[in-house]
Nanobody, 123 residues
Framework: QVQLQESGPGLVKPSQTLSLTCTVS??????????WSWIRQPPGKGLEWIAY???????YYSPSLKSRTSISWDTSKNQFTLQLSSVTPEDTAVYYC???????????????WGQGTQVTVSS
């Protein structure tokens, strides 16, 4: 299993852009059939998948968040990054980075999770 660690600000003002980075250790981010994903859990709600970038660098987004989301990677640093623009208090959540393994992505394919980072959107 790889290890993942999220980093980024814990407090973001409304209308600003949230940026989170996940640092991967114990394996290469370009390993075949690995899917690098961002998932969040708002308070009192279930897990919500946001986006993933796969081992070839292709990106996929949740339709409900696609217009505000960008996922990218830096293979030299073994990191991938989430940017969520125009945030509102409804974007307050614990944000997780995760690694899925297999022939296709699904929440069920997740093999490793970061510890999660609380992000609060408030003025």
């Amino acid at each position: 299993q790889v290890q993942l660690q999220e980093s980024g600000p814990g407090l973001v003002k409304p209308s600003q852009t949230l940026s989170l980075t996940c640092t991967v250790s114990g394996g290469s981010i370009t390993t075949n059939y690995f899917y690098w994903s961002w998932i969040r859990q708002p308070p009192g709600k279930g897990l919500e998948w946001i986006a993933y970038i796969d081992y070839s660098g292709s990106t996929y987004y949740s339709p409900s968040l696609k217009s505000r989301t960008s996922i990218s990677w830096d293979t030299s640093k073994n990191q991938f990054t989430l940017q969520l623009s125009s945030v509102t208090p409804e974007d307050t959540a614990v944000y997780y980075c995760a690694c899925g393994v297999g022939t296709q992505w699904s929440l069920g394919s997740v093999d490793s999770w970061g510890q999660g980072t609380q992000v609060t959107v408030s003025s």
